[in-house]
């Protein structure tokens, strides 16, 4: 019974959002811009607090857990996402600031993420200095944010979250990252919000989320099966592929 509206306004932009997801459950999170899904994540992650209801974490109210604590097992990509322009190594492993970079953890992180290749290409490799002004390489759109996944990923969250994580990746690198992520350990859970229907479609759980609400839950075989927004916004997706 989530309900949730910023300081001044009388605009709910979450109501009445019950929702639940077990310990290494890939969940897709999918509807039109606005209808509150980044709001929800927020609320997840502790930026915000609910104005009413309660978030439960193992059966323990979210605001009883320290945010120091919390945060600690999080791992999260939001679409306004911060590059940083260090040598790409410690560009990479920022996702854990306080341990010593692991060089083989950040390779295997960037392996994931599809920045390997390029990052193989550059003259200093894994020591390759980023950003024009610091006399490095100025890397892509595409590339950043294939680096930035791959931070995420080096930080290893208990729950990683992704807001729109590949919209400046190439189709043959995105369906490799989130094949990979299909299969993160069993202890690990991501949470996905997506236009991307192919992708979300492999969720083990999608939420559909309209105008502040939670309208349909269940896999891509059941929502299809119901023949509403889900399948609506699937087909109409669907249809510009075929043309």
């Not at 100025?138 to 590949?166: C, H, N, W």
């Not at 690198?173 to 979300?200: G, V």
Request: charged share 30%; proline share 2%; net charge neutral.
């Amino acid at each position: 019974d989530v309900g949730f509206k910023y300081a001044n306004s009388d605009k709910w932009s979450l109501k009445d959002v019950s929702l639940n997801f077990k310990a290494g459950e890939n969940i897709g999170l999918v509807g039109n811009n606005g209808a509150g899904k980044t709001t929800l994540v927020k609320l997840l992650c502790r930026i915000y607090e609910p104005t009413e209801g309660r978030i439960l974490i193992n059966g323990v109210d979210l605001k009883d857990v320290s945010t120091k604590e919390w945060w600690s097992y999080l791992a999260v990509m939001f679409q306004d996402y911060a590059s940083y322009d260090f040598k790409v190594e410690e560009a990479i492993a920022v996702g854990r600031p306080n341990k010593q970079s692991n060089l083989t953890k950040v390779i295997e992180a960037s392996k994931i993420s599809q920045a390997h290749d390029f990052i193989m290409e550059w003259k200093d490799k894994y020591h390759q200095q980023l950003g024009v002004e610091f006399g490095g390489k100025e890397p892509s759109k595409g590339q950043r944010q294939k680096l930035s996944i791959a931070k995420i990923l080096y930080r290893d969250g208990f729950v990683m979250i992704l807001d729109e994580p590949t919209a400046s990746v190439d189709a043959e690198s995105e369906a490799k990252i989130f094949d990979s992520i299909e299969n993160l350990p069993k202890d690990r859970t991501a949470i996905l919000i997506s236009h991307d229907f192919s992708t979300i479609s492999q969720c083990d759980k999608i939420f559909v989320m309209d105008k502040g609400k939670l309208v349909e839950e269940g896999t891509h075989k059941q929502l299809m099966k119901n023949k509403a927004m889900y399948a609506e916004l699937y087909k109409l997706q669907a249809d510009r592929f075929k043309k």
